[in-house]
């Protein structure tokens, strides 16, 4: 029987040794890494890369952080930490080939960590304490590698006492919308028997919002929508009207401006769409004016006018006739979206200064109340990041995008001062080519 002890304890024995040193250096059993566990952050919904160099590899698939190549590149990923305390970070990811130094960094802290596993693993990194709640954004960068690729990451992991109040992008199925951000509206408050005829509103982004990808919708209603977009290589005045329902014919342009381009468009539905290429300017304040009447056949013509003070004269961009459609203009409303999923990490503002009525049979009346909503990313709770309400000008305002916080509660009501001074506008002589 002692002999039986005796070899089972030399076989623990070398079996240790076999097993490898432990942290101290010394021969002793392997310690095992502990188990990391918490609330896993897929950067298939929550990264961007926020700097990378032209012709970069690097994209951020479903999968996660795919292609990490450059040292340049820098991936970003957000996610809101609803109490302050102590946050634990770790990556779940591999190496394909090689090993990677790379660099974490969270807060005012950086870390970095070497990573050499070729198989998925949960790679600890280093805690930070926080103040107050609020958005926080982890960058990972890569310093050195011997491999091809510095990592394939698909999750950041978090946990400790503030990270059991975490909010970020977590449907797969909706990855795409989460990353553009949400949509924000202002829905104006007119009486429903009102026959508005013309709508009126002034809209100017401040310097520096301008961000690519971003549709600055000044005068939309219930089958279109008017305003000015910012695009990765140029400027749009753009005016689109949505087709009836399936069945029902589609929406033609009858009359069109200078330089105005008209074509279909689908994905979000279809329907007509008329843009004219121009170099509005942040910062400046422009003028929308539309118009929706019933044409007596069955249709409603819908047409749009844009006033730039820098040309001193209201430009007509189309008008478009929707069949199976009697009505003048309904659900009149304001938006702000993000257009580019890549951008949906940067802020953008807009601000709305008049806004102005002109019934089929009246006098302009002004509109000075208003509703704050948002899309389906915010309402299903995948970003926190809106805000609309009075601007400092008096007048309203709509902001999205950046990972800013608090949000504003949707679903409020807004109302500004009147201005008192209606639109002077001769509309016998408004521009129609």
């Known amino acids: 029987m002692l002999l039986i002890k005796q070899i089972m304890g030399w076989g623990l024995f070398l079996s240790a040794l076999a ?25 298939g919904g929550n990264a961007y890369l926020v700097e990378k160099p032209v012709g970069a590899t690097e994209k951020i698939e479903a999968s996660g952080l795919e292609g990490w190549t450059n040292t340049t590149t820098v991936c970003a990923v957000y996610f809101l930490v609803e109490k302050p305390g102590e ?21 005012d802290k950086s870390f970095r960590k070497e990573l050499t596993n070729s198989t998925v ?38 946990h400790g006492a503030a ?3 975490v909010k970020f992008a977590n449907d797969p199925e ?14 104006y408050s007119i009486p429903t028997e009102t026959q508005v005829e013309w709508f009126y509103n002034e809209l100017t982004v401040p310097v520096g919002e301008d961000k690519p990808g ?13 305003g000015i977009q910012s695009r990765a290589n140029d400027r749009w005045v753009l005016f689109s009207v949505w087709d009836p329902a399936v069945g029902q014919g589609t929406t033609q342009a009858i009359e069109q401006g200078e330089n105005v381009v008209v074509q279909r468009f689908g994905g979000e539905g ?25 044409d007596g056949a069955g249709n409603t013509l819908f047409s749009a006018w844009f006033y730039a003070p820098e040309l001193n004269k209201w430009t007509f961009i189309a008008t478009w006739k929707r069949p199976n459609t009697s009505t003048f203009l309904t659900g009149n409303h304001s938006f702000l979206e993000n257009f580019y999923d890549e951008n949906g990490w940067m802020e953008r503002k807009v601000n709305f200064h008049q806004q102005w009525m002109l019934p089929a049979a009246g006098a302009w009346t002004e509109i ?35 990972f800013f916080s608090p949000a504003v509660t949707m679903d409020q009501q807004f109302s500004r001062p009147a201005k008192g001074q209606a639109p002077v506008i001769n509309l016998e002589t408004l521009p129609k080519k």
């Open 368 to 402: 000075t109340s208003a509703r704050f909503t948002a899309d389906a990313t915010a309402r299903n709770k995948q970003r926190f990041d809106y805000a609309g309400g009075l601007s400092s000008n008096e007048g309203f305002f709509l902001r999205n995008g950046g």
């Open 19 to 43: 097993c490898g040193k432990s942290s101290t250096g010394g021969d002793n059993i392997l310690t095992p890494e502990p188990i990391i566990t918490g609330t896993n952050i897929p950067l």
């Open 174 to 187: 909706n990855f795409y919308w989460s990353r553009r951000g949400p949509s924000v509206h202002m829905t």
């Open 270 to 294: 279809t329907g007509g769409q008329s843009y004219l290429v121009y170099d509005w300017k942040a910062g400046t304040t422009y003028r929308f004016l539309t118009r929706g009447r019933p």
């Open 214 to 226: 971003s549709f600055f919708m000044s005068n939309g209603f219930s089958g279109g929508y008017f």
């Open 163 to 165: 990270a059991t109040r």
């Open 121 to 158: 693993k949960v790679v600890n990194i280093g805690s930070v304490q926080l103040s107050e709640p609020g958005y926080l954004k982890l960058t990972l960068k890569g310093i050195q590698k011997t491999g091809a690729e510095f990592a394939q990451i698909s999750d950041i992991v978090v």
């Open 87 to 107: 946050v634990s970070i770790a990556i779940k990811g591999r190496v394909p080939a090689g090993n990677s130094t790379i660099e974490v960094g969270i807060g």
